[in-house]
């Protein structure tokens, strides 16, 4: 996969060097992407990378064509590990941890980037994040229509706590630029992968309704190039989806017809998921993202081209990362099978404003990440 960035080239001509760019976390879906887009484009003048990961690779484990890469250790929670990261370093991107207190970690990595001088920021989010802290929305950027508005995205916590983040480099008035993006067509190869070949199954609670995943690739793309184009992505928020909605049975005949296999598509009751798992597969099961408003067209307004379907995505395995290719190691097909009956009401939840009590994290761990 390579970037149409012709017109963006013709632009730079050798204009505004980039400079070094610190992508966290570069072996995840998003990071992994944008590191080879970046390195495709090694003919657009001054961009030089550093890749953080909470465990360094080895040498031979180092994806093809990195070798060039710089790597660093990079953890959240340890703090001892920011400066060499961000030594000299003068754009980050941010992908999406589910580390605890992810938002108090991230004002301390904050601090550490004004004291290393890094001058732009390009985050990943989720859809509608910004709306569970916008108080006052025109504080923010972003979609006017759901910052006045409530859906079910506002009230996951994960989703809440990148909202702070965001919040964080906005109201501080940071160069940013934050793709607010849908479920990624992904999440089932890494966070089940091992069900897939193990089980033959992958599990879910969208009771039938249409869901809207986005690619990565897609994902990979805007921030790629808002990358190397920060004039034109300065402050700027973008909402990714996907182009239409697919329910989890057909994504299963989809992954059925690409593997050749089985693998069976299983409903479960929200209590077998973890607390965030379970409020993403509420939002699926709302049918709040079969409702035509729910797709927006940033992605083809600044990419030129359609965004990819589930079948696109999964006939570029030479893009994906190596937890999704692992998930592929096994022989496997889909066929769909209910465990459950679908609810006649879409599940809704309430979680803002929260008690204490409420918002305390289980004492025991929960089976499965699926979002």
């Not at 359609?306 to 937890?323: G, H, I, R």
Request: aromatic share 10%.
């Amino acid at each position: 996969m390579k970037l149409d960035l012709s017109g963006l080239k013709a632009t730079l001509g050798m204009g505004p060097q980039v400079g070094k760019v610190l992508i966290l976390d570069g072996d995840n879906v998003v990071g992994f992407r944008i590191v080879n887009l970046l390195l495709k484009e090694g003919e657009t003048p001054g961009v030089e990378l550093r890749v953080g990961f909470r465990d360094l690779p080895n040498d031979d484990e180092v994806a093809e064509g990195w070798e060039g890469v710089e790597r660093v250790k990079f953890v959240w929670e340890d703090e001892a590990t920011y400066a060499d990261a961000l030594k000299h370093i003068t754009t980050v991107f941010i992908s999406t941890p589910t580390t605890p207190d992810f938002d108090t970690h991230f004002k301390t990595f904050l601090t550490a980037c004004k004291k290393a001088k890094v001058h732009r920021f390009v985050k990943l989010s989720f859809y509608h994040a910004l709306r569970s802290r916008a108080e006052n929305p025109n504080k923010y950027f972003g979609d006017p229509e759901y910052l006045l508005s409530r859906d079910n995205f506002h009230d996951i916590p994960l989703v809440h706590q990148h909202a702070l983040c965001d919040g964080d480099l906005i109201v501080g008035g940071v160069d940013c630029t934050i793709l607010f993006a849908s479920h990624l067509m992904s999440n089932v190869l890494e966070y089940q992968g091992s069900t897939l070949k193990e089980e033959h199954e992958f599990y879910g609670a969208s009771g039938g309704k249409g869901v809207n995943y986005v690619s990565p690739n897609d994902v990979a793309d805007i921030a790629a190039r808002a990358i190397l184009d920060p004039k034109t992505h300065k402050r700027q928020g973008y909402t990714l989806t996907g182009a239409t909605p697919i329910t989890d049975q057909e994504v299963a005949t989809l992954f059925s017809t690409h593997l050749e296999t089985s693998v069976t598509y299983v409903e479960k009751p929200l209590a077998f998921f973890t607390q965030n798992s379970a409020a993403f597969e509420k939002v699926k099961a709302s049918g709040l993202e079969e409702e035509n408003k729910f797709i927006k067209g940033d992605f083809e307004r600044i990419s030129g081209r359609k965004p990819e379907s589930f079948a696109d995505y999964l006939m570029k395995e030479d893009t994906m990362a190596p937890v999704e290719k692992k998930a592929f190691g096994h022989t496997i097909t889909m066929v769909p099978k209910i465990e459950q009956e679908f609810p006649e009401q879409p599940h809704f939840i309430t979680m803002v404003p929260k008690t204490e009590e409420e918002t305390r994290a289980p004492t025991e761990a929960e089976p499965v990440a699926a979002q």
